[in-house]
């Protein structure tokens, strides 16, 4: 695995090479402990996501990515140097959970997406959609803090215009406060459940803001395929 030295030194050089043509808008970046075990809970738009927000947090993320990014053994290689590793959709992945809950044992950060995939539109937390329960639990076995983030901007990096110096794409991303997982006592189900409706509150409340604020421009918004093409869905 990467160490903390290289990942920092590889987050500063790719933030660099991006410059020229992506402008970026971190805010609350403050939120993220430098140190300790922790779970960041971004909305997730697009396969830009995780590389974005990983070199533009202070600290290495260790994603909980997709398996079947990992079939491939140059990218799966690479995302486990990264410190990335692999989960089953659909399904309690065990293995995937017992490495979370190490990792964070390790006084890592753990990069879970609570939607469960790429969600756009009314299947999206940011548009009123429940979130899976995975992080809770995660947080409720670890007592781990979890770091609700709202990312903007990345699903419009899909059209290869946005990568032009000239059109220069814009993402937005925001960190906010670290929420206390759910009580370890009681009625543990109950617990998780109340927690992931705060954390889609929360995550709804830091993207309405994050518009009111920064009067993103409505082409920046999370949009679906269908529509940036043009096309209605039906």
């Known amino acids: 695995m990467l160490s903390s030295f290289g990942y920092d030194l590889g987050a500063a050089c790719i933030r660099g090479l991006l410059s020229p043509f992506l402008g970026r808008r971190v805010l609350g970046l403050h939120h993220v402990p430098r140190r300790g075990a922790c779970i960041l809970a971004p909305n997730h738009i697009s396969h830009f996501d995780p590389p974005l927000i990983g070199i533009n947090t202070h600290r290495q993320v260790d994603w909980m990515a997709m ?20 989960v089953g959709r659909g399904t309690l992945d065990r293995a995937a959970v017992r490495t979370a809950i190490g990792r964070l044992k390790e006084q890592r950060m753990v990069g879970v997406f609570p939607e469960g995939g ?24 670890t007592g781990a803090p979890v770091i609700p983030c709202v990312i903007v ?49 929360v995550l709804r409340r830091m993207f309405d803001e994050l518009c009111r604020t920064e009067h993103i421009p409505p082409e920046c918004l999370p949009q679906t395929p269908q529509r940036r093409k043009g096309r209605e869905e039906s």
Request: aromatic share 10%; proline share 10%; hydrophobic share 45%.
């Open 67 to 86: 398996q079947e990014l990992f079939v491939n053994p140059v990218l799966g290689g690479t995302l486990r140097w990264l410190g990335s590793f692999p």
């Open 118 to 141: 790429l969600r756009i539109g009314p299947t999206s937390v940011l548009e009123g959609a429940p979130l899976k329960p995975g992080v809770a639990a995660l947080s409720q076995m």
């Open 153 to 201: 901007g990345a699903d419009a990096l899909y059209d290869p215009r946005r990568w032009l110096p000239w059109q220069r794409g814009r993402v937005w991303i925001v960190f906010g406060e670290p929420l206390k997982g759910p009580a370890d006592l009681g009625n543990k189900a109950q617990a998780r459940e109340e927690f992931e409706v705060l954390l889609g509150d």
